[in-house]
């Protein structure tokens, strides 16, 4: 029998699935969309089939026709021309765009992407620690030489090492002193690049593997009672790359039932939070752009925890 987080995953990749034409940046219904946005729901379609084909279970047929979407697209020279429009695009879509290539991608549209890098790129010189280890992650995984620190060092200057503990009523959520959304952010990208989403182990020392554990659950807690849906789907693959099992703690799983009851019928999460929930009323593209982030960072979800964790030490 099926577990709510196995049904929760399904149905999300399932309206994945019945719903690609919209990822598609050059379909006639995408025009009116700014271009690095329509560039960028294609990368988090990748990332997930990325992330699903390492895993034990990639899950077969639900992510096939989106693999050959993506294979068409990335033999388009003109697909990472998408990205010029947004500002922050160099070096971090580039480099994604070569980490991510689909199986079977020609070389040569890769390489002339990589070719538009310059050394200042990929040296950590004037980065915060959080791009330096989103330049590191891609650049890994691209085979692209690089000068950013090793993973051992970018763990301790980490918001998962440096975020403070303590509450800041003047910085913090009224009263209560956790963290801002925009930090809860940081917290789940930081442990993303330092644990290729639960593929490896964090680089943390104990010290920071607990006090990480602390700002997770204080947020989870947050986001919860908030929710804020695509943040706690990101903080509970979080606690999984932290060495926890989500489904074993008490706001891990809360978020997993958080998440189960936003579900609409058709699998969809219709927003990023029950505060901006796209109307039942909202027609098929406008839901699509509301709901897609969340819906697929929920199946992602479902797939990492899932899979069970690899040969990598259990923390």
């Given at each position: 029998?099926?577990?709510?987080?196995?049904?929760l995953?399904?149905?999300?990749?399932?309206?994945?699935?019945?719903?690609?034409?919209?990822?598609?940046?050059?379909?006639?219904?995408?025009?009116?969309?700014?271009?690095?946005?329509?560039?960028?729901?294609?990368?988090?379609?990748?990332?997930?089939?990325?992330?699903?084909?390492?895993?034990?279970?990639?899950?077969?047929?639900?992510?096939?026709?989106?693999?050959?979407?993506?294979?068409?697209?990335?033999?388009?020279?003109?697909?990472?021309?998408?990205?010029?429009?947004?500002?922050?695009?160099v070096?971090?879509?580039?480099?994604?765009?070569?980490?991510?290539?689909?199986?079977?991608?020609?070389?040569?549209?890769?390489?002339?992407?990589?070719?538009?890098?310059?050394?200042a790129?990929?040296?950590?010189?004037?980065?915060?620690?959080?791009?330096?280890?989103?330049?590191?992650?891609?650049?890994?995984?691209?085979?692209?030489?690089?000068?950013?620190?090793?993973?051992?060092?970018?763990?301790?200057?980490?918001?998962?090492?440096?975020?403070?503990?303590?509450?800041?009523?003047?910085?913090?959520?009224?009263?209560?002193?956790?963290?801002?959304?925009a930090?809860?952010?940081?917290?789940?990208?930081?442990?993303?690049?330092?644990?290729?989403?639960?593929?490896?182990?964090?680089?943390?020392?104990?010290?920071?593997?607990?006090?990480?554990?602390?700002?997770?659950?204080?947020?989870?807690?947050?986001?919860?009672?908030q929710?804020?849906?695509?943040?706690?789907?990101?903080?509970?693959?979080?606690?999984?790359?932290?060495?926890?099992?989500?489904?074993?703690?008490?706001?891990?799983?809360?978020?997993?039932?958080?998440?189960?009851?936003?579900?609409?019928?058709?699998?969809?999460?219709?927003?990023?939070?029950?505060?901006?929930?796209?109307?039942?009323?909202?027609?098929a593209?406008?839901?699509?752009?509301?709901?897609?982030?969340?819906?697929?960072?929920?199946?992602?979800?479902?797939?990492?925890?899932?899979?069970?964790?690899?040969?990598?030490?259990?923390?």
């Amino acid at each position: 029998m099926s577990s709510p987080l196995d049904r929760l995953s399904a149905g999300a990749l399932d309206w994945l699935g019945r719903n690609l034409a919209y990822f598609d940046p050059y379909a006639p219904h995408s025009a009116g969309s700014p271009p690095h946005l329509r560039a960028k729901a294609v990368m988090e379609l990748a990332l997930l089939c990325h992330c699903a084909a390492r895993l034990p279970d990639p899950s077969g047929a639900r992510l096939e026709e989106a693999r050959a979407l993506l294979r068409r697209l990335w033999q388009r020279e003109d697909f990472p021309r998408l990205f010029d429009t947004h500002p922050g695009a160099v070096p971090s879509y580039p480099l994604a765009f070569a980490a991510l290539a689909p199986a079977g991608t020609d070389d040569a549209v890769v390489r002339g992407v990589l070719a538009r890098l310059a050394p200042a790129d990929l040296s950590p010189s004037g980065k915060p620690p959080l791009k330096r280890l989103e330049i590191r992650y891609y650049a890994d995984k691209a085979g692209v030489r690089h000068g950013i620190e090793p993973y051992t060092e970018l763990a301790t200057l980490s918001p998962l090492a440096t975020l403070p503990t303590t509450p800041r009523p003047a910085s913090g959520f009224p009263g209560t002193g956790r963290l801002t959304n925009a930090e809860g952010y940081s917290l789940t990208h930081a442990a993303f690049y330092l644990g290729d989403y639960g593929r490896t182990a964090p680089h943390l020392t104990d010290e920071h593997l607990a006090r990480a554990r602390d700002l997770v659950h204080r947020m989870l807690e947050h986001c919860v009672g908030q929710e804020r849906w695509d943040l706690a789907a990101e903080l509970v693959i979080t606690q999984f790359i932290l060495g926890l099992e989500p489904l074993e703690t008490s706001w891990g799983s809360a978020a997993i039932q958080c998440l189960v009851r936003a579900q609409r019928p058709d699998g969809a999460l219709p927003g990023r939070s029950a505060a901006l929930t796209a109307p039942d009323s909202a027609p098929a593209g406008e839901l699509f752009h509301k709901a897609y982030h969340t819906t697929l960072v929920t199946a992602l979800m479902g797939l990492v925890v899932l899979s069970g964790r690899p040969a990598w030490h259990r923390v």
